[in-house]
């Protein structure tokens, strides 16, 4: 079976730094596209960034340099790190993956497309504070 398993979730105050790290059970992740994703409260789901099948990350529109995408192949996993933390930065995370990288670039910052990924995992919750 394959899943997914976020770690490094945590509340932590504004300015702090957190890493998001998803691994991969059941597949190579190396040959999907990737990613991270993360629902606010009260707000729809949104995509943070993703591997494509080139291996470089692709940030979504609303990311700033805060964010840093990398992957560990050798370790079947890849880990989301953001710096300076601030409040809005608070949701649950979520990484998904795909085998077909045309479909997740194609879906992956489609609000109502995202669930047609293929495989997500339960998420982790990042809180940050004042």
């Known amino acids: 079976q394959v899943h997914l398993v976020e770690s490094g979730g945590g509340s932590v105050q504004a300015g702090g730094s957190l890493s998001l790290s998803c691994a991969a059970s059941?597949?190579?992740?190396?040959?999907?596209?990737k990613g991270w994703f993360r629902q606010a409260p009260g707000k729809e789901r949104e995509g943070v960034a993703f591997?494509?099948?080139?291996?470089?990350?692709v940030y979504a529109d609303n990311v700033d340099h805060r964010f840093t995408l990398s992957e560990d192949t050798a370790a079947n996993t890849w880990t989301l790190q953001i710096v300076d933390l601030k409040p809005d930065d608070t949701a649950k995370y979520y990484c998904?993956?795909?085998?077909?990288?045309?479909?997740?670039?194609?879906?992956?910052?489609?609000?109502?497309?995202?669930?047609?990924?293929?495989?997500w995992g339960q998420g982790t919750l990042v809180t940050v504070s004042e």
């Open positions: 591997i494509d099948d080139d291996e470089r990350p």
């Open positions: 059941g597949f190579t992740a190396g040959k999907y596209c």
């Open positions: 998904a993956a795909d085998s077909a990288c045309v479909r997740f670039r194609a879906i992956w910052a489609d609000r109502l497309s995202q669930q047609y990924l293929e495989i």
